[in-house]
């Protein structure tokens, strides 16, 4: 039996490294496609330098601030399509090459985006959460309601991800009834697929 490739989504805030947490404790290996886009802009990567020579601005003292470059890129579709250009390549070599690594152990991919970083064969799970949790989670992350609605605005809507959906988890309650949903889902996965 193939092993379990699967695709975290969900909107900002919606709990997806909660679930990516979960899945840790069910054997799954997890990588969040966020910090790989990270990690890709700090140091002396290709990629950090080619976001710097395009958005000096989100340089600070040689670095590229992150907070700085979502202020630009997240208020204009058209600078968030042309960082996704730059980025989204080394992501999605990067991802194929640790799910490769992975073998035959389950694995899963936080994505914030509807983007073509994986190929066909995995499945997509969608954490779905109230929009007034979502936005109190964030504040508590230390963002403030513009920054808030800025990135909310620039990722998929609530109909684009449940289009997207192969399956659908609620997150409206505790750590612990999201952990039973994922393992409801999980079920309902394995007996469709016939993966491990």
């Not at 990516?20 to 700090?42: I, T």
């Not at 609530?158 to 949903?181: I, K, S």
């Not at 889902?185 to 007996?191: E, G, K």
């Amino acid at each position: 039996m193939k092993p379990l490739r699967l695709v975290i989504g969900g909107g900002i805030g919606s709990g997806k490294s909660q679930a990516g947490e979960l899945l840790v404790e069910r054997g799954f290996a997890v990588l969040d496609a966020d910090q790989v886009g990270h990690s890709m802009l700090s140091g002396d990567h290709p990629v950090a330098r080619r976001v710097a020579e395009r958005w000096p601005d989100a340089v600070t003292r040689g670095k590229i601030d992150r907070r700085a470059l979502g202020r630009i890129v997240f208020r204009d579709r058209d600078q968030l399509a042309e960082l996704e250009a730059i980025t989204h390549p080394a992501i999605r070599d990067s991802i194929a090459g640790w799910a490769r690594g992975a073998g035959s152990r389950p694995v899963a991919v936080e994505v914030p985006i509807l983007a073509d970083l994986l190929d066909g064969s995995w499945l997509w799970v969608i954490i779905e959460t109230p929009l007034g949790l979502r936005k109190e989670r964030l504040r508590e992350r230390g963002m403030s309601d513009g920054e808030i609605e800025a990135r909310m605005a620039a990722q998929p809507s609530h109909g684009e991800w449940m289009e997207a959906a192969d399956f659908v988890v609620g997150n409206a309650g505790t750590r612990e009834d999201l952990g039973r949903a994922l393992d409801d889902a999980l079920a309902r996965i394995r007996v469709a697929t016939g993966a491990t």
